[in-house]
């Protein structure tokens, strides 16, 4: 049975902790390794408590990471850290950085949670940068969503949803890279 959990905060409260980073980096290596290996700046686009850029940041290379969240009690619950998180909106243009071209936008278990038009706005917009994009989305090898909202689409479709110009099965996931 999916775990419907009443809020994101709920879902993520007891996350920041070594456990859930070394958890996180064993199940979903692949997705770190594809980014690692793409580029040298990242950019979190819905970071929640900001896994992703923790681990990215403590990689060897140890490359330049920020991340930004609509919900800033999620950015709290990420905290402390030494990478810079802001308040900001996938869908606002505005909100990815123009100052330190180019980095690569990414993202881990955010784009599922909207419609099939919302994402293709929100692909649009992060194309619109000028920047690379590497998303890792949830396919239908999950028998059930885990917080309760997200599309379980199989490759194919999210292939074309998304239209990305590379991509690979990373265990229960698809790594879309444009």
Same mark, same amino acid.
């Given at each position: 049975?999916?775990?419907?959990?009443?809020?994101?905060?709920?879902?993520?409260?007891?996350?920041?902790?070594?456990?859930?980073?070394?958890?996180?980096?064993?199940?979903?290596?692949?997705?770190?390794?594809?980014?690692?290996?793409?580029?040298?700046?990242?950019?979190?686009?819905?970071?929640?408590?900001?896994?992703?850029? =923790?681990? +990215?940041?403590?990689?060897p290379n140890r490359p330049c990471c920020s991340g930004?969240?609509?919900?800033?009690?999620?950015?709290?619950?990420?905290?402390?850290?030494?990478?810079?998180?802001?308040?900001?909106?996938?869908?606002? =243009?505005?909100?990815?950085?123009?100052?330190?071209?180019?980095?690569?936008?990414?993202?881990?278990?955010?784009?599922? %949670?909207?419609? =099939?038009?919302?994402?293709?706005?929100?692909?649009?917009?992060?194309?619109?940068?000028?920047?690379?994009?590497?998303?890792?989305?949830?396919?239908?090898?999950? =028998?059930?969503?885990?917080f309760g909202d997200e599309m379980l689409l199989s490759v194919?479709?999210? +292939?074309?949803? +998304?239209?990305?110009? %590379? %991509?690979?099965?990373?265990?229960?996931? +698809?790594?879309?890279?444009?």
């Amino acid at each position: 049975m999916s775990e419907n959990k009443s809020s994101w905060e709920d879902y993520y409260k007891d996350r920041n902790c070594p456990e859930y980073l070394a958890y996180f980096k064993k199940e979903y290596g692949g997705f770190i390794d594809i980014l690692l290996s793409n580029g040298k700046s990242f950019v979190e686009a819905g970071c929640g408590i900001g896994t992703v850029s =923790k681990i +990215l940041y403590d990689s060897p290379n140890r490359p330049c990471c920020s991340g930004f969240d609509i919900n800033k009690k999620m950015l709290d619950i990420g905290e402390p850290n030494e990478i810079w998180f802001g308040v900001g909106d996938v869908f606002d =243009k505005n909100t990815y950085p123009t100052c330190y071209l180019p980095y690569v936008i990414h993202s881990h278990g955010v784009v599922e %949670h909207f419609t =099939k038009s919302k994402v293709r706005k929100i692909i649009s917009i992060q194309k619109s940068t000028g920047n690379p994009m590497i998303h890792w989305v949830p396919t239908d090898a999950y =028998k059930e969503p885990s917080f309760g909202d997200e599309m379980l689409l199989s490759v194919e479709d999210w +292939l074309n949803l +998304l239209n990305p110009r %590379h %991509h690979r099965v990373v265990g229960k996931g +698809l790594v879309c890279v444009w």
